[in-house]
């Protein structure tokens, strides 16, 4: 069966590679798969400060790799629910390619965990806007 061809031009192409050419952002895109999770969630994933789970998270947006939904409180992150072409093929790169990878396996672990605490719990401060 023939690949079907998807044509994306080269600079919006080169914006969505820059954005998935840091292992915190892909770890995040892993992480978001059929999920959404908060800036506090992801924070205690990766091990970083919220500034900088943030600004990664911003980075991501802006190529178009997540979205955000506010419920409540909490600002939410997840996957496109309508993917683009760079984003669809970036994305699906991802999740064919790396299954296997051991960080990204130790990472699902985790998160099945922090998944298990309240985000009112987890989150000592309240989003803001």
Known sequence: MAKQRIDVPLERFTEVAQAVSDESRVRILAALRGRRLCVCQITELLGLAPSTV???????????????????RWIQYGRPAEEAPAVRLVLGGIDESLGSDTRLREDARRLKEILKVPVETLCKTPARD
Not at 54 to 72: D, N, T
């Open 54 to 72: 943030s600004k990664h998270l911003l980075i991501l947006r802006h190529a178009g790799l997540v979205e955000s939904l506010k419920r409540g």
